[in-house]
């Protein structure tokens, strides 16, 4: 499953109607934090150009990532990784480990970057 797009259930507040909510939306699975659970990074659309995040966010286009059967131009956030249980995973979406390994490395490699920005911030 590690390296796989597949729909995950989340949680996001709903500001229309004050509370939390849940949606289905893409997610590439990077780990497997336990036996049930697994370290998944958020697939967004980003409708407000103005939250991206063009240190973090790795633009996936779908006609040059085919295989990976995204119908929009999609980020890859790498700055919001997550651990989800293994019952909130849903279908398969795409291969991008198999089909696209630099694309995936180099979210990986941007995951880091954004990690030991954190621990550096803790440092300080």
């Known amino acids: 499953m590690i390296g796989e797009i597949?729909?995950?259930i989340t949680s996001f507040y709903d500001l229309k109607n004050?509370?939390?909510?849940f949606k289905s939306r893409?997610?590439?699975?990077?780990?497997k934090a336990d036996k049930k659970d697994y370290v998944v990074l958020p697939i967004s659309t980003i409708t407000r150009k103005d939250n991206l995040v063009l240190e973090y966010d790795i633009e996936i286009e779908p006609t040059k990532y085919p295989k990976l059967n995204?119908?929009?131009i999609s980020y890859v956030r790498t700055h919001k990784q997550t651990i989800i249980h293994s019952a909130e995973i849903g279908d398969f979406i795409g291969d991008m480990k198999n089909n696209y390994e630099e694309l995936f490395l180099e979210?990986?490699?941007k995951r880091e970057k954004f990690s030991k920005s954190i621990t550096n911030q803790a440092l300080e």
């Open 107 to 109: 979210i990986l490699e």
């Open 26 to 31: 893409p997610a590439l699975i990077i780990a």
């Open 6 to 8: 597949r729909k995950i």
């Open 70 to 72: 995204l119908q929009k």
């Open 18 to 21: 004050n509370k939390m909510s």
